[in-house]
């Protein structure tokens, strides 16, 4: 996935991937998972540490619930700038 061009059909294919257990939201596993691979694929590696990881939970759960909806996922994604400025402190 080029993150700078999702479609909506990107999003969807997205969720479907990382939703492994078809829940209708991503669990912290579920997340650390996304956020490891977008990393890799921005950075190079899949180093996330914890307090990188917290701060991204923290930042893409806008209802402070534990887990993210599909909701939080697209507005997340839709938004470049935002995965960037989330990873920034991620080397």
Request: aromatic share 10%; net charge negative.
């Amino acid at each position: 996935f080029k993150l700078k061009a999702l479609t909506d059909e990107d999003m969807k294919q997205m969720w479907m991937r990382y939703d492994g257990d078809d829940s209708g939201h991503l669990d912290r596993n579920e997340l650390r998972h996304m956020l490891e691979e977008l990393l890799e694929r921005q950075k190079g590696h899949r180093n996330l540490s914890d307090e990188a990881f917290e701060s991204c939970m923290a930042f893409i759960d806008i209802n402070k619930d534990g887990k993210i909806s599909y909701e939080e996922f697209e507005q997340y994604l839709g938004n470049f700038n935002t995965i960037d400025s989330s990873m920034s402190e991620v080397e």
